[in-house]
């Protein structure tokens, strides 16, 4: 084989890709002889351009091959648009060929809705276009009709307040809005008091501060000495001093000792009653007639003799 024959040939197999590339980018696959064409009619495509893609039930079956005007006069300025399609999936001519937005960010494609009912659609056939509004129209649609019966009920609320309020209501409401701004200057004054007398009182509040922290210390200080402390021996010895004094006052309780028996011989609390009566009569006796007791005269004068009167009576007798 020669070379020019050779070159020939690669040649025509490149001039071959370069057919297949570009109808393939139109949506045309030349090697495909099953491919189906329809159309449909828009007035307005919104952004649908060729090579969008077409799918049924979410499917990819094909491409938009091309969008031309309609160059029938009384078709003028409507759009054809020319869809092939691979998938050999039946459905009728009452199919409906509808544009919607591929996301958020823009871009049309084209969805057939099939139908079953009525004859089947064959190539070259045209179909029924359908727009579907995007997110926005979509939301636009559904919000407008609440705002404007919002604003309706606002404008109805306004008018409502507007014949509520009368001339004088106005004027008192005014004064109160006049009071309320009144109101938040004072309390501005009153801060800005507060303020200034926080700023002169600062020195004092540090030295309070100071003072606080100082008896901080000195009261940590004292809690670590008392720490250090033997308390524990100290509380032991306390705690023996109350258990002898426990055991003292249980034997007073039981009788023992001089204490005890005072406590709970009744006889002897009964001798040392009538002891200390009979004491208390002596000593006064004495004190009344102190001569029957002790006799001393230098000149032999005798004693007055015991006069019983007087001693009732709590007379001397001397």
């Known amino acids: ?54 799918s ?22 409507n759009l054809v648009v020319k869809l092939s399609v691979e998938n050999r999936f039946k459905f009728s001519k009452n199919s409906i060929a509808k544009i919607y937005s591929a996301g958020l960010m823009g ?16 190539s070259g056939d045209y ?21 404007e019966h919002t604003m309706d009920g606002v404008d109805s609320l306004v008018t409502g307040f507007n014949q509520v309020l009368d001339y004088k209501s106005r004027k008192s409401l005014n004064r109160t809005i006049l009071n309320f701004e ?8 009153t801060l800005a008091s507060v303020n200034s007398m926080l700023k002169n009182s600062k020195g004092n509040i540090e030295e309070t501060v100071r ?7 000195d009261f940590s200080k004292v809690s670590e000495d008392l720490a250090k402390a033997n308390l524990g021996a100290t509380v032991k010895k306390l705690e023996t001093t109350l258990t002898n004094v426990n055991a003292i006052l249980a034997d007073m309780k ?11 011989d009744k006889a002897m609390y009964t001798n040392l009653t009538n002891a200390s009566k009979e ?9 009344l007639n102190p001569k029957r007791f002790v006799h001393f005269s230098l000149f032999g004068k005798k004693a007055k003799p015991y006069n019983e009167e007087n001693n009732i009576k709590n007379v001397s007798n001397k």
């Open 254 to 264: 039981s009788g023992k000792g001089t204490l005890g028996k005072l406590m709970t």
């Open 56 to 77: 049924i039930n979410g499917l990819k079956v094909g491409k938009v091959s091309e969008i031309n005007f309609n160059k029938k006069p009384e078709r003028r300025g």
């Open 211 to 217: 003072n606080t922290k100082k008896i901080t210390e």
């Open 279 to 287: 004491l208390e009569e002596l000593l006064r006796e004495m004190k």
């Open 182 to 189: 009144k109101t938040i200057m004072d309390v501005r004054t």
């Open 1 to 54: 084989m020669s070379k020019e024959l050779k070159t020939g040939i690669v040649a025509v197999i490149i001039i071959a890709l370069f057919v297949w590339g570009y109808n393939f980018l139109k949506g045309q696959d030349l090697f495909n002889p099953g491919t189906r064409y329809f159309y449909v009619e828009f007035d307005n495509i919104s952004g649908l351009n060729e090579a969008s893609i077409v």
């Open 107 to 122: 871009g049309q494609n084209l969805a057939i809705i099939p139908s079953y009912e009525g004859e089947e659609a064959e």
């Open 127 to 147: 179909l029924r276009g359908e727009i579907e509004k995007d997110l926005i129209g979509s939301l636009s649609d559904k919000i407008t009709p609440r705002l």
